[in-house]
């Protein structure tokens, strides 16, 4: 039996991702059909005046998968580039590290807020059974608990991504 011959259109992070698994996996044949004269899409950089420059944000989440993870250093090699994070949000009027730590968050946010969280992380612990996971909101409010969900993370998506809901 012979394995298809697949065209994949465009060299982002997907295109190169699935035509690596396709070749690695000795699924099929794969031609790259890019525009540009590198890959890379979005998560790609370029120079400007000597100086390189991203085209986006691109940063791996710290739960990237470890398979996923190896499979980029793979691809990549040397320019996948290890950056630590020291971002900060403002949530609530106040500067908060991001990403969310829990002390730095308990420490930082109001009272009301602090109970909120206090509240959600006693509910995981008793809570029996698996929660809810019919839709991505579900997930979040899952592992994040609600208080973070509403305050935070529901406003920020929507600021974002634009309208829809939780």
Same mark, same amino acid.
């Given at each position: 039996?012979?394995?298809?011959?697949?065209?994949?259109?465009?060299?982002?992070?997907?295109?190169?991702?699935?035509?690596? *698994?396709?070749?690695? #996996?000795?699924?099929?044949?794969?031609? #790259?059909?890019? *525009? *540009? /004269?590198?890959?890379?899409?979005?998560?790609? @950089?370029?120079?400007?005046?000597? /100086?390189?420059?991203?085209?986006? @944000?691109? $940063?791996?989440?710290? !739960?990237?998968?470890?398979? &996923?993870? @190896?499979?980029?250093?793979?691809?990549?090699?040397? !320019?996948?580039?290890?950056?630590?994070?020291?971002?900060?949000?403002?949530?609530?009027?106040?500067?908060?590290?991001?990403?969310?730590?829990?002390?730095?968050?308990?420490?930082?946010?109001?009272?009301?807020?602090?109970?909120?969280?206090?509240?959600?992380?006693?509910?995981?612990? &008793?809570?029996?059974?698996?929660? !809810?996971?019919? @839709?991505?909101?579900?997930?979040?409010?899952? !592992?994040?608990?609600?208080? &973070?969900? $509403?305050?935070?993370?529901?406003?920020?998506? $929507?600021?974002?991504?634009?309208?829809?809901?939780?």
């Amino acid at each position: 039996m012979s394995i298809p011959h697949i065209a994949i259109l465009g060299g982002g992070p997907a295109g190169v991702g699935a035509a690596f *698994q396709l070749r690695r #996996l000795d699924r099929a044949r794969v031609t #790259l059909l890019e *525009q *540009q /004269q590198v890959v890379g899409g979005n998560a790609g @950089s370029f120079s400007w005046r000597d /100086q390189p420059l991203d085209h986006g @944000s691109h $940063r791996l989440h710290p !739960s990237c998968d470890s398979v &996923i993870l @190896s499979d980029i250093r793979t691809i990549l090699g040397r !320019s996948l580039l290890d950056r630590p994070r020291h971002g900060r949000i403002r949530l609530r009027d106040r500067w908060i590290h991001f990403p969310l730590k829990s002390l730095d968050l308990l420490r930082r946010v109001d009272l009301g807020f602090g109970i909120g969280i206090t509240g959600d992380i006693l509910k995981k612990t &008793i809570t029996t059974g698996a929660p !809810s996971r019919n @839709s991505f909101a579900d997930v979040l409010r899952a !592992s994040l608990g609600e208080t &973070i969900c $509403r305050e935070f993370y529901f406003p920020y998506a $929507r600021k974002i991504w634009g309208g829809g809901r939780d």
